[in-house]
């Protein structure tokens, strides 16, 4: 008896420690989430853009509405027109001199195609 009780709380203790990994991605999930939430311009001389991001996943840039998620450890963007779909691999970085800064590369090719930095 004394055996079967050992054997259940290691079992039990198992199930916890396995569980709470679970747990610990939804958090980082949200937080990542929270990385995206505000307002971004584009760090790039060559090309000006702002886009904002809310926490309901809804948005707009200089094109217009948009709608956003993470998928697949990727951003998706889709834009109201029904038309236009982007995927974007993403990098946050600090800046000294710019504080956040967000790197959106081409999933396909790798070459960064938009920097933001964050205003708001």
Do not use: P
Not at 30 to 41: A, E
Not at 97 to 105: E, P, R, T, V
Request: aromatic share 12%.
């Amino acid at each position: 008896m004394k055996k079967q009780l050992i054997i259940l709380g290691v079992a039990v203790l198992l199930i916890c420690v396995g569980l709470s990994g679970c747990f610990e991605s939804d958090n980082e999930s949200s937080n990542v989430l929270d990385k995206f939430v505000g307002r971004w311009t584009s760090a790039s001389l060559l090309y000006k853009e702002t886009i904002t991001f809310y926490s309901n996943g809804k948005g707009f840039n200089n094109s217009g509405s948009i709608e956003w998620e993470i998928k697949d450890e990727q951003l998706v963007i889709y834009w109201h027109d029904g038309k236009h779909t982007a995927i974007y691999d993403y990098e946050f970085l600090k800046d000294e001199k710019y504080g956040d800064i967000l790197i959106l590369s081409d999933v396909d090719t790798g070459h960064v195609v938009h920097d933001y930095k964050k205003i708001s």
